[in-house]
Nanobody, 126 residues
Framework: QVQLVESGGGLVQAGGSLRLSCAAS????????MGWFRQAPGKERAFVAA????????YYADSVKGRFTITRDSAKNTVYLQMSSLKPEDTAVYYC???????????????????WGQGTQVTVSS
């Protein structure tokens, strides 16, 4: 069992930055690939970014590529999402999730994740 707790959301102006954190419980953090998803009102949950178990590979949605960076700190059992050049369309609830899959491309689908956090709200004003 893995528990995930996100933090770092808030209100920011367009062009600003935020860093989201996702703290994982348990000793098995390194056995999971980690992903970030977001869900805007009236829309489906969408893939944002993912990172492999050892942090060696990352993958991003086209909409955030070049603006967002996902990293993980195994010593702290934490995964981060650094968001820069934020746009109003980035407004959503952001969720982190843990997956037992190996292949990075498997991290795109929400159904391939085993555990989810409760979400943190990010609001970007224009």
């Amino acid at each position: 069992q893995v528990q995930l707790v996100e933090s770092g959301g808030g209100l920011v102006q367009a062009g600003g930055s935020l860093r989201l954190s996702c703290a994982a419980s348990g000793r098995t953090f390194n056995t999971y690939g980690m992903g970030w998803f977001r869900q805007a009102p009236g829309k489906e949950r969408a893939f944002v970014a993912a990172i492999t178990r050892n942090g060696g590979s990352t993958y991003y949605a086209d909409s955030v590529k070049g603006r967002f960076t996902i990293t993980r700190d195994s010593a702290k059992n934490t995964v981060y999402l650094q968001m820069s050049s934020l746009k109003p369309e980035d407004t959503a609830v952001y969720y982190c999730a843990a997956s037992r899959y190996y292949n990075l491309l498997n991290y795109i689908a929400p159904s391939n994740y085993d555990y989810w956090g409760q979400g943190t709200q990010v609001t970007v004003s224009s």
